[in-house]
C-alpha cells in the first residue's frame, strides 16, 4: 500500500476500502450492473452506508437515492459512497455538502463542500466544480481529494490527483496538469502575495481512488501508465522529486 500523510485525520478513515463489507457492497455493486442497472431497477445509488447521515435534513436510509439538488451530512464515525452519473464520491465522517444540478437529474454540475472532506472521481465532462470555502476547482474527468479545515479559519485543501482542474480563490487562478497528486491550499489571508499555494499530499490514499475509479469503470493515471511517482504533491509521475516532466505536470498560472 502507498503511504499518506495524515493531518488531522485518522489511518481508520483512511483505510475505509479494507473493510469486508465495504468490499463486499461495492463487488456487488459492479456485479449488479452498476448505475445503469440501479437506474434500471429503480435501486439505490448508495454503494455503502456505514453510521449515521442525512438526506435534506432527514436521516438517510440505505434505500434511498440520492440526486443532483441534495444536500448530504455525514455524522462522527460514519462513511458513505454513492455514484451519480459518471462520477464516484465516498463522503468522510462530519461532512456537509451540496450536489447540485446539471443538465440533468442524472449529472452534477457543481459540489458544494461546506465542511468536512470528499474523495471523487469524475468521468470526461466539462462544465463541473467543485466549491470550497476559499477555493474553486473546474473539472474535467480527474480524480481528487478536497477537505476544509474548520480549524483554519475553513482553510480549503485540494488535491489534483490526476487530470487536468482549473483552479481559483479571489481571482487568483491556475490551471494544474498533473499525473500524480498535485495539491494547494486555498488561502484564507493571502500568503507572500498568493491565494493559492503548494502543499503536500495528506488525508487520502491511491487505493481510495482505484476503489471508486472501479465503481465507474475508470482506472487512475497510475494504473494505466503501470507506475507510480512521489507523493510530495508536486503532481509527477518520475520516480524521484524534481524530475520534472512539464507535459506531464505544471502548475500554470493564468494571467
Not at 53 to 75: C, E, H, S, V, Y
Amino acid at each position: 500500500m502507498t503511504q499518506h500523510q495524515l493531518q488531522g485525520r485518522s489511518e481508520k478513515e483512511i483505510l475505509w476500502f479494507q473493510r469486508r463489507d465495504t468490499l463486499k457492497a461495492a463487488a456487488a455493486w459492479v456485479a449488479m450492473g452498476g448505475l445503469p442497472a440501479a437506474m434500471a431497477q429503480q435501486r439505490s445509488n448508495i454503494v455503502e452506508l456505514r453510521g449515521d447521515a442525512l438526506l435534506n435534513g432527514n436521516r438517510l436510509q440505505t434505500g434511498q437515492t440520492i440526486m443532483t439538488g441534495d444536500q448530504i451530512q455525514t455524522g462522527p464515525g460514519s462513511n458513505l459512497m454513492f455514484v451519480i452519473g459518471n462520477s464516484a464520491f465516498q463522503v468522510r465522517e462530519n461532512s456537509m455538502m451540496k450536489v447540485e444540478r446539471g443538465s440533468s437529474l442524472n449529472a452534477v454540475s457543481l459540489l458544494r463542500l461546506l465542511t468536512g472532506a470528499v474523495v471523487s472521481v469524475w468521468g470526461k465532462g466539462g462544465n463541473r466544480s467543485i466549491v470550497l470555502p476559499t477555493l474553486t476547482a473546474g473539472i474535467r474527468g480527474t480524480g481528487v481529494y478536497a477537505e476544509v479545515f474548520a480549524n483554519q479559519d475553513n482553510r480549503s485543501y485540494f488535491c489534483n490527483c490526476y487530470g487536468t482542474v482549473d483552479m481559483e480563490s479571489s481571482g487568483e487562478k491556475t490551471v494544474s496538469q498533473a499525473s500524480y497528486h498535485q495539491s494547494f491550499w486555498g488561502e484564507v489571508e493571502p500568503k507572500n502575495g498568493r491565494r493559492l499555494t503548494p502543499a503536500n499530499a495528506i488525508n487520502h490514499s491511491d487505493e481510495e481512488l482505484e476503489f471508486l475509479a472501479g465503481l465507474i469503470n475508470q482506472q487512475t493515471a497510475w494504473q494505466i501508465a503501470g507506475k507510480k511517482g512521489v507523493k510530495d504533491g508536486r503532481g509527477y509521475m518520475d520516480e524521484q522529486p524534481g524530475q520534472a516532466h512539464p507535459a506531464q505536470s505544471t502548475r500554470m498560472p493564468v494571467r
